[in-house]
């Protein structure tokens, strides 16, 4: 049974840092890529990074610069540092580790940056 839990999230002011973890667990194929998407209320989930174990990254263009994904060792545990966060970050924000075969999402972890 696939299980991803994420954790990290919660209230911050602007300017300050969060740091989400998404532990994957039950996944039988080889994990190739690891994302982080967001949905804020009345939008589209838009993906924020990703990390391939080529080590290649993406970052959406709004977060470059302050957000950084990462992945252990052993590639079932993603984590995304978030610094610098603004107000507009605010969003749910879901891991989505993908295999060869399927793709995964967790259950979303709040993020919400106000003063």
């Known amino acids: 049974q696939v299980q991803l839990v994420e954790s990290g999230g919660g209230l911050v002011q602007p300017g300050g840092s969060l740091r989400l973890s998404c532990a994957a667990s039950?996944?039988?194929?080889?994990?190739?890529?690891m994302g982080w998407y967001r949905q804020a209320p009345g939008k589209q989930r838009e993906l924020v990074a990703r990390?391939?174990?080529?080590?290649?990254?993406y970052y959406a263009d709004s977060v470059k610069g302050r957000f950084f994904i990462s992945t252990n060792n052993g590639w079932n545990t993603v984590y995304l540092q978030m610094n610098s966060l603004k107000p507009e970050d605010t969003a749910v924000y879901y891991c989505?580790?993908?295999?060869?075969?399927?793709?995964?999402w967790g259950q979303g972890t709040q993020v919400t940056v106000s003063s």
């Open positions: 039950g996944i039988i194929f080889s994990i190739n890529t």
């Open positions: 990390i391939t174990t080529s080590g290649s990254t």
């Open positions: 989505n580790p993908t295999t060869s075969r399927n793709t995964y």
